[in-house]
């Protein structure tokens, strides 16, 4: 059996800032949308990804997915949002075993509600204090790591949102 490769000091301290820095934005955001909105931030982040899908709906496994979710976790996630009558579920046409989940119009105007709350949290503890380099660092970081922990590409990966004709 070959011997660990251990952290050097230099790499412990890293990744211990790295995972303290991870835990408390998670904590930072989640405060602020159960504050503002009333809501916790895996539900905002539902919300989010319905909003974008096509038709403002996805098959309950897909944003599992999209979510990195157990589906019982989301179950009970979505029963609460429907309970809310953030969104609506149903089963597919012509494949009664797929639920769907719809983002309702009610869903959507809660969604826009919280968005600037969350927006300036997310610009507040990540954004204001980093400099353009930072950032872009910061996403080369990332993109490195999911590499690593996803080399086939099978998670979701940001993609450039649709240019306007002005190009904004």
Known sequence: MAEPVWLSDEEQRAWRTFLAAVRLLESSLDRQLRQDSGMP?????????LSEAP???????ELAR??????????????????????RRSRREGNRRTTVAELTPRGMEVLEAAAPGHAGEVRRVLFDVLDKEQVDQLRRISEAV?????PCGK?????EPPRTESGN
């Open 66 to 87: 999209l979510l990195r979710s157990s589906p019982s976790r989301l179950s009970h996630a979505a029963a609460r949002l429907e309970e809310e009558g953030l969104i």
């Open 41 to 49: 931030h895996t539900y905002y982040q539902a919300l989010a990804m």
């Open 55 to 61: 038709g403002r709906s996805l098959a309950m496994g």
């Open 146 to 150: 999911l590499g690593v922990l996803d």
């Open 155 to 159: 998670e979701v990966r940001y993609a």
